[in-house]
DNA sequence: CGCGACACTTGAACGTGTTCAACTTCGATG
DNA sequence: CATCGAAGTTGAACACGTTCAAGTGTCGCG
């Protein structure tokens, strides 16, 4: 009757195996969890964690997935109020690290497995499209509503040049050794104004033919 | 006598294994090298290996070098006769695909050692600083001998700023699957331009601001 | 020559992620 | 009810990276 249970049995091994593995990752970190401890932990054999997740890499999917969802939850409910573009995007970034902060020493060991391309965890992976366009979403939300005045193909393009601008502080973020982050904090506080300017300084006359060429770019190397 | 020879035929031993380390890389590429098959060839023990090389990450260093070192032969001698700033820098870009070529297939496969923030290989790690000077190097001489009229500030921070942009072209050239890294020529070729333009614009009244604001936060956030 | 120190070398052994052929459940069908 | 097939489950087995205690060679010094 309901859509997606395929097994009463089925989805409970399933859940319990991803739940064991996410306790232990939170516990061990990556590197330390075997698959062995998962299946354990979860109460069935090695095989059988295999027959739910082809391997130990998309049992970080759902960590991936739960960090994204927390992180829209919260960005949006923070978002409530706010008007000025730099100030929504502030508070977006900030609200990653503030979702993310739990996981920080452990995320370090699992970044190396979504750098890999060949990985489903990879942010550009097909796998990994949903919840990209979710991270994207967010970005969009940021731009559209904000009162910044900017050309209707610049609004559009914003939210994918924000999600990279989030890529790369997610990798400086990784490097952060700071107490809680403070280093990948100071950054957005630092870099959000820049990024304000950007784009009021975007309508300049000599500036906005750099803008739409970086938009044609963009677009022309999206695969 | 001479400096660094501990022992004839222990240094026979390293060069044997990290040759057989190379030709099988490219061979079979990172992963279908087991470190057996490297003894094997090398003509010593599994364990004599570990000796020499406490890891099969170490074992990529040496590749990476080579393209590093390849890499400022090549654009060095491709400078030559450019005065233009895009004309540089497509150059010494497109040097970089053109000596990494050869590699990509395995490239991506260690591209998840070096994304790692513990690892040796990281660009961002302490034992990687002298190739990420050399890279950096590269694109300070890209700058320097061209007739770009920018600010003296701007000068001094746009190698690191460009050597940044090379670490995300590598990016999208390790996802390239296209004949001969088509896609990643293509985007050099007009990214190139934008640069150019962004460089020129960077005296501009309203631009300038921005432009020194994020020099200052790249000063204030480097390690 | 004898001997000790040290660089070098060895392969067995360990723990890991992953695969697989065999087994068990269980609901639907005749 | 009996039977069949798919879904679910199992643990042994494999190949790998890595470690290590034990061995071998070699050089210098008494």
Redesign the pocket.
Known sequence: MSEAA??E?????RLAIAAAAQELFLERGYDK????AVAERAG?????A???F????HLVQAFYDGIQASHAEVAVRRLDGRVALGDRLGAALIAWIDVAEPFHEFAAQFFKVAADPGSPLSPFSPESAPARDAAVGIHRLVVEGSDAKVTKDVRAALPELLWMLQMGIVLFWVHDQSEGQARTRELVQRLVPVVDKVVKVSRLPGVKGVITDLIDLLDAMRP
């Open positions: 395929k097994s049995r089925g989805e409970q091994s969890t075997t698959m062995r069935v054999s090695l095989g059988n295999y027959y739910y082809s391997s130990k890499e």
